[in-house]
Structures are given as structure tokens and as C-alpha cells.
């Protein structure tokens, strides 16, 4: 056992609280610990790091993490700090019914409880897999110690015949393959191999891949890590350098508050146009500006974002993947493209400013990442829409539509929920053609619940046998960050709350013009009214557990569909102990 002297030798450190006392409880909280094999001075003024794993089997996309938070410990211990790892609820998108996005505020939940709980003075966070980048930030902010992202990286490229296979994006194009262009089961039967052929997350320009820009853009990572695949010893190397600097920041007081700023924020919003990055961004970024308490409204998205030029030539609306980004010098290339557009004094996690830490960086191939002058677009980012059908506003993401359909006047053809759309949709008595406007009702955050990414339903078999690829799409809920197409999501107030979508009916005029960013239904007033008043609520799709609350607490889509009782933050601290 450490003398006294050496167990209070820094008394600043959160954990001394637990650790440094030599009364019963530090006796308690140490002797335990022990048990594990740790020294002495493991309890001596070591900053305490707590490594949050969002590893699991059940998250393929995760399934990595936890060799790497050996890699990541490695460098705690070499900087002098204190390991200790431990796990959070995971999210695997692919498998997780009915969708990973009922639980992400559980998972926020669970890692800020976490945080606060235990003895920690500064965390890392391992992330991959599309939620498991905002819950985990999300619940670290409602704490706000110092805090590091270390994202698990993409998958390598998929190959398939010779060609590029985007993992994500060819699932969009599975009904296609089938029963348009008649593949085999043996070649779809390759294709899910070549898709998915190494650890990591999707390689397209998909949520997980645009959450891991994103954590970069705020300033969350070391310089370059978005980008650099999960298998590359590069990225091991970055994990260790993140345990190492994690240390640091304790030391330097280096909080979350300090480096997510407003401009923190604005900076985000620009890289994520200049990436051409999911819808699912604006959704994650407002909930965990919300845990800051930093201003910030979904119409910023479109004034801060949608001039903003296209630099990114990536899947699902480009033609490269992940690996090609990396190798073409990843996010850090934009960083330096786009410095017009940013506030290049911004603070990062190693203590440099965004725009020292990009200021050197080569651009290796101009095919993959566009200069600043020669864009792939002049204007990308999101377009918020407003009008009568969405009171509190839609987004569309133009990059991923259709020129031809951005201002479309079409006949609605209604789906009043998900079953009913798989039941009708390739019914060939149903009464559609590709000038209607396809509406979906029912899947926004209290409807489905927990908004699924199904607002980019597939077409009617009908009308790609004619070779049509896309038409104007409809609802209150989001899209895989992998898909692409002339759909309106997020709609707000979503339809199980009596938003306008609810009163739709099939054969109602919809006007959509991204232009004017105007999104109307075309009814007159009183009729609108009319229906409102006649409009009876779906019965709640759940009456206990998580669920139940979720559905009782959880906001609108143009808020962050966060729980209103976890905006906000309530610090580290924790006044009772445990006896
Ligand atoms: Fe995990 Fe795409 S399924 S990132
Ligand atoms: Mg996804």
C-alpha cells in the first residue's frame, strides 16, 4: 500500500476522489480494483482513463474494438495514465430490429451514466458502426470530461467481377439486380462476400463514414483518423497516439465544452457538405449540440451548408470508396481545401488549432478529392423545406437526387404505414406511374418507433421494368446514409403526432421545389382543418419498458429526436457516495 503522501499527490484529479483517501472508502475503492493486478502506483495520481467500448459481436462493424482498446491502453500506460475499459450498448446496424435509432438514446444514456459513475478523469471513445459515434459522444458532452474519439475506420474496398462494391450501397440495388437485371443466386451470393471483406465499418460515404468525418471536423481526433481503414497499421498506430494524448488532455484540462464551441459546430456543418455526408448528420449533430447547450436549429443546416461546394467523390453519389479517400490524403485534405469556409482557429483535441494541424497536407489524387476550385458541385449540403406538409421542416439532400425531380408537382400515392407499403407496393393493380409522389406515414421517431431509415422505399417493380431509377419519395422518416434518390425525410411534425403527412390522402397534389425550399400539400385551408379535426392518433406501439419511454419523451426530428429529458448535461459530478 502507497504511504498517504504519495495516495494524495494530486488531489485535482477527479478519481482522487475515489482513489486517493485513506479512509474506508478509498480502502473499498481501491482494494477491489486490486484484484486485477494493479501496482501501487496505479493509485497514485495516475489519470484515470476510462476506454468506452461499443465493441460487440453483434456489431460487425465494431467487431475489431477490442483488440484495439489493448492498443489504445498501451499508449494510457506509456503517458502515465491509468487504463480501465469498459463496455456500452452497441449498435449494429444491420442487425438490430426495428432500427438502431430507438436506441441510441439509450445508449447515451448508458455511456453518461457510466461516465459519471465511476472514478474516470478521461475517456476515449471507440466507435464504428453508424450510432455508436453520436451515442457515445452524446452521453459523454451530459458529462463533459476530457474526451477522445478513436473511430474503428471503414472496411477495405468491396470488389465484386472486377468492379467497385460499396458496402450499404448495393443492398439499394438488390430488388434491382434481382428482377430487373435477373442476377443469380450464386452471384448475389458472392456479391454479400465481396461487399463486406474486411473488418470495419461501411466504406461508402455512409453514416458510420460521415459520423467518423464528423468527430474529425469538431476537432474530437487526432489529424487523418476518419479516414484510415480499420486494418491498416496506421489506424492501430493512431489508437495508441490517441491513449497517449488522452493523458495529456487531462493534465491540460482539455474538456468537451472547450473544443465543441459553436464554431466547433459550423465547422461540422461545412465539412459535411464538402464530403457529401449522410442526412443522418443534421439529425445526430443537433441532439448532441442539444447536450451542450449550443445553439444550433436544423435551417442553419441549409444557411451554413448548402452553398458549400462538393469536394468528395464518394459512394453512394460518386464513384470511389473510403480506402481511395484515405490514400488520396483523407479528411485533412479537405480540411485545407476548405479553409475558406471554416473557422480555422478552432481547438482540437491535441491542442492545435484545426487549421495548424491541416495546414501542410498533400492532395494525392484530385480524382477522389476535388480542389476547392474545381468542384464536383458548386452547391452541396442539405436543403430544408418548409410548407404546409412539414410546419417544422424536411430535408432533402440534393447531391443524392434527381435534377429533373427537384421541383416536381405529382399525385400522391399514400402508404399509411410500412406493412402496408410491402403489402401494395408491387401490386400490379396499383395505381401509380413515375409522375406520383410515393408518401409513407408512420415512421418518424413516435410512429415506427424510432425512425428507420426506410424513407428511401424501392421503387414499384412496375416502374423500374421500365427502366425508371427514381421518383419523388415522401415521409417522417430518414434514409441509410448509403442510399441515394429524390426523397424528402425527417419531415417534422412526423405523421403519429398529427403532423400534416397524416392527412395526406392518394390522389392529394404535392409540390416539391428544393429551389424555393418549399414542400406543399394542395388543399385548400379549411379542407386541411377539416381533416386535422377528424384525425384520430394511432394507439401508442408500446405500453412498458424502454420503449415506453422512449415514445413518451422523445422529440421531433428537427429537434434531434433525443429524450427531452436528456438534452442538456449534468456535469461530473456526483455528491453521495456509496455508503
Ligand atoms: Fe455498420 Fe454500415 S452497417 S456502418
Ligand atoms: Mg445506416
Known amino acids: 500500500m502507497a504511504s498517504d503522501k504519495d495516495i494524495t499527490s494530486d488531489k485535482k484529479l477527479r478519481s482522487y476522489d475515489w482513489f486517493g483517501k485513506s479512509d474506508k472508502m478509498g480502502f473499498v475503492h481501491r482494494s477491489w480494483l486490486r484484484n486485477q493486478g494493479y501496482p501501487d502506483d496505479y493509485f497514485t495520481g495516475r489519470p484515470v482513463i476510462g476506454i468506452c467500448n461499443t465493441w460487440s459481436e453483434l456489431t460487425p462493424c465494431n467487431g475489431h474494438l477490442r483488440d484495439f482498446a489493448e492498443i489504445v491502453k498501451r499508449g494510457v500506460v506509456e503517458a502515465g495514465g491509468f487504463p480501465l475499459e469498459f463496455p456500452v450498448t452497441s449498435l449494429g446496424e444491420t442487425i438490430m430490429r426495428p432500427t438502431t435509432m430507438l436506441f441510441r438514446n439509450l445508449a447515451a444514456m448508458d455511456t453518461e451514466?457510466?461516465?459519471?459513475?465511476?472514478?474516470?478523469?478521461?475517456?476515449?471513445?471507440?466507435?464504428?458502426?453508424?450510432?455508436?459515434?453520436?451515442?457515445?459522444?452524446?452521453?459523454a458532452c451530459s458529462v463533459?470530461?476530457?474526451?477522445?474519439?478513436?473511430?474503428?475506420?471503414?472496411?477495405?474496398?468491396?470488389?465484386?467481377?472486377?468492379?467497385?462494391?460499396?458496402?450499404?450501397?448495393?443492398?439499394?440495388?438488390?430488388?434491382?439486380?434481382?428482377?430487373?437485371?435477373?442476377?443469380?443466386?450464386?452471384?448475389?451470393?458472392?456479391?454479400?462476400?465481396?461487399?463486406?471483406?474486411?473488418?470495419g465499418h461501411c466504406m461508402t460515404m455512409g453514416t458510420a463514414s460521415t459520423m467518423a468525418c464528423m468527430v474529425e471536423a469538431l476537432g474530437l481526433?487526432?489529424?487523418?483518423?476518419?479516414?484510415?481503414?480499420?486494418?491498416?497499421?496506421?489506424?492501430?498506430?493512431?489508437?495508441?497516439?490517441?491513449?497517449?494524448?488522452?493523458?495529456e488532455m487531462v493534465r491540460e484540462d482539455l474538456k468537451l465544452s472547450r473544443i465543441l464551441t459553436r464554431q466547433a459546430f459550423e465547422n461540422a456543418i461545412v465539412v459535411n457538405a464538402a464530403v457529401g455526408g449522410s442526412t443522418n448528420f443534421i439529425i445526430h449533430l443537433l441532439a448532441i449540440a442539444g447536450r451542450l447547450g449550443v445553439e444550433l436549429s436544423l435551417e442553419e443546416f441549409d444557411a451554413i451548408g448548402s452553398k458549400i461546394p462538393l469536394l468528395l467523390n464518394l459512394k453512394p453519389s460518386g464513384k470511389y470508396l473510403m480506402e481511395d479517400f484515405y490514400y488520396a490524403g483523407g479528411l485533412p485534405v479537405v480540411l485545407k481545401e476548405m479553409r475558406q469556409y471554416l473557422h480555422n482557429e478552432a481547438i482540437t483535441v491535441n491542442g492545435r488549432s484545426i487549421?495548424?494541424?491541416?495546414?501542410?497536407?498533400?492532395?494525392?489524387?484530385?480524382?477522389?478529392?476535388?480542389?476547392?476550385?474545381?468542384?464536383?458541385?458548386?452547391?452541396?449540403?442539405?436543403?430544408?423545406?418548409?410548407?404546409?406538409?412539414?410546419?417544422?421542416g424536411a430535408i432533402i439532400k440534393p447531391s443524392a437526387a434527381t435534377p429533373a425531380l427537384m421541383k416536381h408537382r405529382g399525385r400522391a400515392v399514400v402508404f399509411e404505414t410500412i406493412e402496408d407499403y410491402h403489402q401494395r407496393i408491387d401490386d400490379p393493380d396499383l395505381d401509380v406511374d413515375e409522375t406520383c409522389v410515393l408518401v409513407l406515414k408512420g415512421v418518424g421517431p413516435r410512429g415506427y418507433p424510432g425512425m428507420p431509415e426506410v424513407g428511401n422505399v424501392d421503387l414499384p417493380e412496375k416502374i423500374l421494368r421500365k427502366g425508371i431509377r427514381d421518383m419523388v419519395r415522401i415521409s417522417d422518416g430518414r434514409m441509410s446514409g448509403t442510399a441515394a434518390g429524390t426523397v424528402v425525410l425527417h419531415v417534422s411534425p412526423e405523421s403519429?403526432?398529427?403532423?400534416?403527412?397524416?392527412?395526406?390522402?392518394?390522389?392529394?397534389?404535392?409540390?416539391?421545389?428544393?429551389?424555393?425550399?418549399?414542400?406543399?400539400?394542395?388543399?385548400?385551408?379549411?379542407?386541411?382543418?377539416?381533416?386535422?379535426?377528424?384525425?384520430?392518433?394511432?394507439?401508442?406501439?408500446a405500453t412498458r419498458g424502454y420503449v415506453k419511454l422512449y415514445i413518451d419523451h422523445v422529440q421531433q426530428a428537427?429537434?434531434?429526436?433525443?429524450?427531452?429529458?436528456?438534452?442538456?448535461?449534468?456535469?461530473?459530478?456526483?455528491?453521495?457516495?456509496?455508503?
Not at 384 to 392: I, R, T
Request: glycine content about 10%.
Open 113 to 139: 451514466e457510466t461516465i459519471r459513475a465511476n472514478p474516470l478523469d478521461g475517456v476515449v471513445l471507440l466507435t464504428g458502426c453508424d450510432k455508436t459515434t453520436p451515442s457515445t459522444l452524446m452521453g
Open 144 to 199: 463533459d470530461l476530457p474526451t477522445i474519439v478513436v473511430p474503428g475506420g471503414p472496411m477495405l474496398s468491396g470488389r465484386y467481377k472486377g468492379e467497385c462494391v460499396g458496402s450499404g450501397s448495393f443492398n439499394w440495388l438488390h430488388k434491382e439486380k434481382q428482377k430487373v437485371e435477373n442476377y443469380s443466386d450464386a452471384e448475389i451470393h458472392e456479391m454479400e462476400i465481396g461487399a463486406a471483406r474486411s473488418q
Open 221 to 247: 481526433t487526432l489529424p487523418g483518423a476518419a479516414a484510415i481503414p480499420a486494418v491498416d497499421s496506421r489506424k492501430k498506430v493512431m489508437a495508441q497516439l490517441s491513449g497517449r494524448r488522452i493523458v
Open 355 to 392: 487549421g495548424e494541424n491541416n495546414a501542410e497536407i498533400n492532395c494525392y489524387n484530385s480524382d477522389v478529392i476535388a480542389p476547392v476550385q474545381e468542384p464536383l458541385q458548386q452547391e452541396a449540403g442539405i436543403a430544408v423545406l418548409k410548407g404546409n406538409l412539414c410546419e417544422d
Open 496 to 541: 403519429a403526432v398529427g403532423g400534416t403527412l397524416a392527412i395526406v390522402q392518394n390522389g392529394d397534389m404535392i409540390e416539391l421545389d428544393v429551389e424555393k425550399r418549399r414542400l406543399h400539400l394542395d388543399i385548400s385551408d379549411e379542407e386541411l382543418q377539416r381533416r386535422k379535426a377528424a384525425w384520430i392518433p394511432p394507439a401508442p406501439m
Open 558 to 579: 428537427h429537434l434531434g429526436a433525443d429524450l427531452d429529458v436528456l438534452q442538456g448535461g449534468s456535469g461530473s459530478e456526483v455528491t453521495r457516495d456509496l455508503h
